[in-house]
């Protein structure tokens, strides 16, 4: 039988970062079976205690944290040491070679990527902006947009834009259902805002709207799930991307953080114009 691997994601902090690398690290091992415990906003030696105290019980446990404070840090690595248990710290080494390089001490704050500065509030607005702006709700002031998305239905269009919110970037996001579709705005200027097209394979597009359909049981026109249908609407997007020369992202093969990360890319080389 194998292995069934127990792993601790400790972290001083909401865990965010941590369970983001772990999710990275086990993707490059194809037969890596495991089960994960987190534990959040880890900060007194009584917590380290316990977790331990559980890991111990447990067959094949390996631990992953992100704790900033020092010797909170020693302390783990020490005990998991003394119990052989496999402990790796995930930024206590860069936090290291960063400060010897800049040649400045760390602040050694817990939850420090989540002060309330500028860049926090921006990202708020971004939300704030483009929940507001979702699937064409508001239009008429797109030219605030940092990235304007554009696709016909379950082209991932609300979830791309809310992770773009997320880091920062106001977001609207339109839905195509005819060539009336694009607001005049977009269309009179269509450089003043980053658009991007989003497409997507045919086969691709129906297996998630038929399952978007069962799912949520929504009632549609027979024309949603008709391959046929789909393949025309797609065409007709084509045939709008290229006549304003809109980039496209193809999103058939995509997740959401891979398409956001395409989006960011081409924000960027039309900034640097």
């Known amino acids: 039988m ?24 086990q993707a490059q091992f194809l037969n890596f079976k495991y089960k994960s415990h987190q534990y959040a906003f880890t900060r007194t030696k009584n917590q380290i205690t316990k977790i331990l105290q ?9 631990i992953l944290y992100t704790i900033v404070d020092t010797r909170l840090a020693q302390l783990l690595v020490k005990e998991s040491e003394a119990e052989n248990i496999p402990c790796f710290g995930v930024l206590g080494d860069l936090i ?4 010897k390089l800049l040649h400045q001490k760390a ?24 929940i507001s702006h979702d699937d064409g709700k508001i239009t008429n002031d797109i030219e605030k947009s940092d990235v304007v998305l554009l696709g016909i239905s379950r082209t991932s269009k609300t979830p791309t834009s809310i992770y773009l919110a997320n880091r920062g970037y106001k977001t609207c ?13 977009l269309i009179k200027n269509s450089k003043a805002s980053c658009v991007i097209g989003l497409t997507a394979e045919p086969l691709r597009l129906l297996e998630v709207r038929k399952n978007r359909t069962n799912l949520m049981n929504e009632k549609r026109p027979s024309s949603y799930t008709d391959i046929e249908k789909i393949r ?3 065409e007709m997007t084509k045939n709008i991307f290229k006549k304003y ?27 640097s114009r």
């Open 245 to 271: 020369n809109w980039p496209t992202i193809d999103v058939t093969r995509k997740s959401v953080e891979e398409t956001a990360a395409s989006v960011i890319k081409i924000y960027d080389i039309i900034h």
């Open 232 to 234: 025309l609407e797609l």
């Open 96 to 99: 290291l070679r960063f400060s």
């Open 54 to 62: 559980t890991c111990k019980k447990k067959n094949n446990p390996i």
């Open 107 to 130: 602040s050694h704050i817990p939850s420090g990527q989540h002060a309330l500065d500028e860049d926090y509030y921006k990202r708020m607005e971004a939300i704030q902006f483009t």
């Open 173 to 185: 996001n339109i839905p195509i259902i005819n060539k009336n579709s694009i607001p005049i705005k």
């Open 2 to 25: 194998d292995k069934i691997y127990e792993i601790y994601l400790i972290s001083d902090s909401t865990g965010e970062t941590l369970d983001r690398i772990f999710l990275a690290l």
